[in-house]
């Protein structure tokens, strides 16, 4: 009779505990619709249930939504409701700009969180970017995705963030990206030696531009270079190895470690804890395994940095970084705090370094690994795009080996450029969202004709997936993967290689890298690694082909294959991806027929 009280008690406990949560949260989103009408009659204003950024919701839209649509009496309301429509996980991706087409250049959600308000009118964006004051990012939201090891630049505002500007400004300089320019040839030629060892295709290639863009930060962070080892040839050795291989871990699990924090993964992986450590399962106790060799090696680089400058009192970065092996991200971040030191609150904490060194590698590691997937498997449905950046790699290269390549000579790759520039206008791997902070008062923002007035906590996003898209900015094409729309034709009958320019598009068209004051640090980073990467895969002859399925398959069947997996299984996770690239296999092989030439090791 006790236990069924108990069960009885803790039912009508739950019961009434769903209960008052489910009216606080119709309260909260009559509010906040109201809020949204305040924002202009001819504005459109959608209302949903559950708050998009809910972590409960954020796991479970892909699994609850196709099931309630189904529901007797009630699934084809929730069909073609609002809820159905906005609330999952890259449903602006799915509607491009034929949502704004549909409703106008301005459209509001309320959810019982927050006003969200969708703006897809270039100058009000560029406005919005430029208004760093009225428009500031929602550290809200940053911290709970970045803030992982410590405070850094995406999870702090006004002077600690011009601070934190400043120091990254001076880890991501030229001298920087000469290292990166000749790491990542080096990286790229041993990953394709790699992959053309496999007749028959690999399946491992997201992998395997994950290894390799993480090999590249290793050597920008902390001057340490690995040789490329292919998914199937990973094994583990070494300080330096474990370190890597943690923050592998780290990264390819950090949806969990944002949703259940470090110090949950911490006391998993902790043998000498209480009994219970001992029931969860093998991967939470890798992860926290992971946390402790990461934060341990970052804690051993710092100290080892900081007993360099001690022990010399004429101390200067050029040689912290010669007894270190290179000026690395490491280097600049300890001098950077230990000579403004004398200055309270605006130097580098330890903390902070911490922080900033695991944003730098999240940033520069997941979101560009993506984008050479999405690229890659793109270059391997047109062949003819392959020829077409293959020519201007031989023209600026000619009969130069690969370790004569100089960094000199990246501006004058702008095709390969133009295969970056157009990968991430349709596949933006991270889109930024802004809000009007919690100052009182009224925010004034002119999208098109109307006039809005905008209160406080209202979250601002902009509609990249449609300005990106929109036709009449790039054409009616728009949906299509077309590098060549980067490529400007000169006047001259000739039109070559030299004459051809990059486009500049149109103030807030385009920003898969944020713009304004607070735009993307490492821009220029990502693009010198991806445009060497590609420029050492498709020299000479080399070429990337799908792999067929079977002898009956043709190559236009196959090419279709790859571009259907690219656009209908790619969605966000924590950034955007294909889901299952290993579905797959890409096969690289010397093409008949192409003019070879002298390439060093080849």
């Not at 998009?52 to 939504?65: A, F, K, S």
């Not at 000479?540 to 082909?545: M, N, Q, S, T, Y």
Request: aromatic share 10%; charged share 25%.
């Amino acid at each position: 009779m006790g236990i069924l009280n108990a069960v009885l008690w803790s039912a009508a406990a739950w019961t009434a505990g769903l209960t008052i949560f489910g009216l606080w949260s119709l309260v909260c989103l009559i509010q906040n619709y109201l809020v949204a009408r305040k924002l202009g009659n001819d504005i459109p204003v959608f209302m949903i249930p559950i708050d998009q950024v809910n972590p409960l919701w954020v796991m479970t839209d892909r699994r609850i939504l196709p099931v309630l649509k189904k529901l007797p009496l009630i699934g084809e309301f929730i069909k073609n409701s609002s809820f159905a429509r906005f609330n999952y996980r890259g449903w602006e991706l799915h509607l491009r700009y034929r949502i704004h087409r549909e409703v106008g250049d301005v459209f509001a959600i309320a959810t019982p969180g927050r006003v969200w308000l969708y703006i897809a009118d270039p100058d009000a964006l560029a406005d919005v970017f430029r208004r760093k004051d009225d428009f500031p990012r929602c550290l809200e939201m940053t911290e709970r995705l970045l803030n992982v090891f410590g405070p850094n630049i995406s999870t702090v505002e006004g002077p600690e963030w011009k601070v934190q500007r400043k120091v990254i400004g001076a880890c991501l300089n030229e001298q920087t990206n000469q290292v990166v320019w000749q790491e990542s040839i080096t990286l790229a030629e041993d990953m394709l030696q790699y992959w053309a060892k496999s007749p028959n295709g690999i399946c491992s290639t997201a992998d395997d531009v994950r290894t390799l863009s993480l090999h590249v930060l290793s050597k920008a962070g902390f001057g340490k270079s690995y040789k490329f080892e292919g998914q199937e040839d990973h094994h583990k050795s070494g300080t330096s190895a474990s370190y890597k291989n943690a923050l592998k871990v780290i990264l390819e699990n950090c949806v969990m470690i944002v949703g259940l924090g470090t110090k949950f993964f911490l006391a998993a992986a902790d043998e000498h804890g209480p009994w219970y450590n001992r029931l969860y399962p093998s991967s939470f106790r890798e992860i926290g395994q992971a946390c402790t060799t990461f934060q341990s090696y970052i804690t051993d680089t710092y100290e080892e940095a900081k007993q360099t400058m001690a022990s010399d009192p004429s101390f200067s970065q050029e040689k912290l970084a010669t007894k270190l092996g290179q000026r690395t991200f490491m280097t600049a971040m300890v001098q950077a705090s230990q000579e403004n030191s004398s200055s309270p609150g605006v130097f580098l904490t330890e903390q902070e370094i911490y922080g900033n060194i695991f944003v730098l590698n999240f940033a520069g590691h997941d979101t560009t690994a993506h984008t050479f997937t999405f690229a890659i498997y793109l270059l391997a449905a047109h062949p003819e795009l392959q020829d077409w950046i293959s020519e201007e790699i031989n023209i600026v290269f000619g009969d130069q080996p690969l370790t004569s390549w100089n960094y000199t000579d990246y501006p004058k790759l702008k095709r390969i450029m133009a295969v970056l520039l157009e990968t991430v206008r349709i596949y933006t791997p991270v889109p930024v969202s802004k809000w009007t902070g919690r100052a009182a008062g009224y925010r004034h923002l002119q999208v098109g004709d109307k006039q809005l007035m905008v209160p406080s906590e209202v979250m601002i996003s902009p509609a990249y997936a449609t300005v990106q898209t929109e036709p009449r900015y790039w054409g009616e094409d728009s949906l299509e993967w077309r590098p060549e729309r980067w490529i400007t034709k000169s006047e001259s009958d000739s039109n070559t290689q030299e004459e051809q320019e990059i486009i500049q598009p149109r103030k807030g068209t385009y920003i898969p890298w944020s713009a304004g004051v607070r735009d993307c640090p490492g821009e220029k980073f990502s693009k010198v690694e991806f445009v060497a990467t590609l420029a050492a895969l498709f020299r000479g002859d080399w070429r990337v082909e799908p792999a067929k399925l079977d002898k009956t398959e043709t190559d236009e069947q196959a090419r279709k294959r790859v571009l259907d997996l690219v656009k209908y299984d790619s969605e966000p996770v924590l950034l955007l991806q294909m889901l299952h690239p290993e579905r797959a296999g890409l096969v690289w092989k010397r093409r008949a027929g192409v003019k070879r030439t002298r390439l060093g090791s080849d």
